[in-house]
C-alpha cells in the first residue's frame, strides 16, 4: 500500500506562485521506480492531467495550456515530488492531486487510469 500527502495548497492573488509537495510512502514502495503526476478538478469539471514526471527524472510531461508556467520535479531521496506554479490565473483554482503510476519503469498516457495511487488532495484558490 502506498500513501501519498499533498501540501503547498493555499488561497494566492492572480500573478502569484505556489509549490505544492507530495511525500510518498509505503513499505516495500520503491518512490525512484515509478512515473508520478499530478492532477487538478475544478468544481463541477472532470479531474484533468496536469504534469507527469519519470521515475529518474529524465522525462517530463505537461498539459499543453500549462507549459511554460508550471514545473513539476522530484526528489528520490526524499520521496517527494513537486509542482512549482507560477503566474496563477483564476482558472488554475482546483484541488490538485499527485498519483503515481500503476506500472513500474513506464511512462506514457496523461490518462488517470494509469495512475494507482492517489492523495487526498489539496486546495490551491487564485484570487483575480
Known amino acids: 500500500h502506498v500513501q501519498l500527502v499533498e501540501s503547498g495548497g493555499g488561497l494566492v492573488q492572480a500573478g502569484a506562485s505556489l509549490r505544492l509537495s507530495c511525500a510518498a510512502s509505503?513499505?516495500?514502495?520503491?518512490?525512484?521506480?515509478?512515473?508520478m503526476a499530478w492532477f487538478r478538478q475544478a468544481p463541477g469539471k472532470e479531474r484533468e492531467f496536469v504534469a507527469a514526471?519519470?521515475?529518474?527524472?529524465?522525462?517530463?510531461d505537461y498539459a499543453d495550456s500549462l507549459k511554460g508556467r508550471f514545473s513539476i520535479s522530484r526528489d528520490n531521496a526524499k520521496n517527494t515530488v513537486y509542482l512549482q506554479m507560477n503566474s496563477l490565473k483564476p482558472e488554475d483554482t482546483a484541488v490538485y492531486y499527485c498519483?503515481?503510476?500503476?506500472?513500474?519503469?513506464?511512462?506514457?498516457?496523461?490518462?488517470?487510469?494509469?495512475?494507482?495511487?492517489w492523495g487526498q488532495g489539496t486546495q490551491v484558490t487564485v484570487s483575480s
Open positions: 509505503g513499505r516495500t514502495f520503491i518512490f525512484s521506480s515509478y512515473t
Open positions: 514526471i519519470s521515475g529518474s527524472s529524465s522525462s517530463t
Open positions: 498519483a503515481t503510476s500503476r506500472v513500474a519503469f513506464t511512462f506514457g498516457p496523461k490518462t488517470a487510469s494509469n495512475y494507482a495511487y
